[in-house]
């Protein structure tokens, strides 16, 4: 399980491809500008388009992500791609991080230096924290799952990551869409090794297990996530069902991929129909181009096909997994109002033991990257009181992994 640096690097002649294809895109016919009520932007794609080939320097964005601390590893025969920034105090507790779709480790670059040196951003450095970023099987740098069903065990991979490659005893774990599920999957099988999980959302999954008698909140809930998929949740049927049909297109052109991603930061943050009062170009550029460099829309959508696809069995063990539970592991939601949903906090409480609820004022799917400062307060707020009963009880398990 050799851990070894990782320099992000996109060939000369991938970004001169990459420059011919922008010049060269079909543009669709339009009868007529509707703004984003159909999706994408046409207006808004052209200008972010010609921003990509005019404005945008990947290279200096190469060498902003390469100021960060980026390995590979080999993790029980699979290739993981990480950060791992370490904390500036005595005793960081070490915490794993989950991106989701469509976004990337990107999500996290803002909040990875407020959380392993809070005192240099206006906190207390004793809530200092070792960050591991990972980057999920079939996005970015880490390699591309080769048989179905490796959604399931992803939670396993960044178990054996943070203790068997990495050394630590105990951690903390926080995500949000995928994330959530991955983060989920820590607790619920790694419990003796979670000090504590914190969650911008509840993994959708638990939406096939309705009660039979929910709360008037909960129904409320299930009732508007009906009409959410109804008018929005058409991109994760296709991805689950037809996954090898929209790939090769969204692979094969710049501007079709980008449409495809950008459109969800729209769509998901609070950005009130202005993409720039949350995201700058050079962001979702930078993100869009960790898609474009590995060749990865294609396996993102694997998750998808994962949850759409599986049989009887994988359901079977996933209950029987349920039924031991990750209700021992102390866990903290941060709920952003422009998610894609807003769940109760008593739909929260039957899957988890839930030590912790904040509403937020502001913010979306992508809270890290709209609002860094409200989330590392609440990831702060929650770990503290968990951080000093670690310290009291399991120092040594700290020391030991630095």
Known sequence: MSVRPYEVHVSQHMLDDLQDRLVRTRWPDRVEDDGWAAGMSGAYLRELTTHWLTGFDWRQQEEALNRLPHFRADVNGFGVHFIHERGKSD???????????????????????????PQAHGGDAADAFDVVVP???GYGFSDKPRQPGFTFRIGDVWHTLMTSTLGYECFAAHGGDWGSTVTEQLARSHAKSLVGIHLTDVPFWHLFQKPKNPS?????????????????????????????????GLNDSPAGLAAWIVEKFERWSDCGGDLETRFTKDELLTNVMIYWATGTIGSSFLPYRDFT???ALTWMVEA?????????????????????????????????????????????????MEEPELLVDDIRAFFRPLRSALAAGRVRSIEAAR
């Not at 507790?93 to 230096?113: A, C, E, M, N, Q």
């Not at 592991?329 to 894609?340: E, G, M, N, Q, T």
Request: proline share 10%; aromatic share 14%; no cysteine.
């Open 320 to 368: 029987f997994k349920q039924w031991i539970g990750s209700t021992g592991v102390p866990a903290a939601f941060a709920i952003f109002p422009k998610d894609l949903s807003q769940p109760p906090r008593e739909w929260a409480e039957r899957f988890f033991n839930v030590q912790r609820w904040t509403e937020m004022p502001r913010g979306g799917h992508f809270a890290a």
């Open 216 to 248: 008037r909140d909960e129904q409320a809930f299930f009732d508007n996530n009906e009409d959410w998929i109804e008018q929005e949740g058409a991109y994760a049927l296709i991805q689950g069902t037809r996954p090898d049909s929209l790939a090769p």
């Open 91 to 117: 005793r960081p507790l070490p915490i794993i991080l989950t991106h989701g779709y469509p976004d990337s480790f990107v999500r996290f670059l803002k909040i990875i230096p407020m959380l392993t040196d």
């Open 309 to 311: 696809s599986s049989g």
């Open 135 to 137: 980057s999920l099987p």
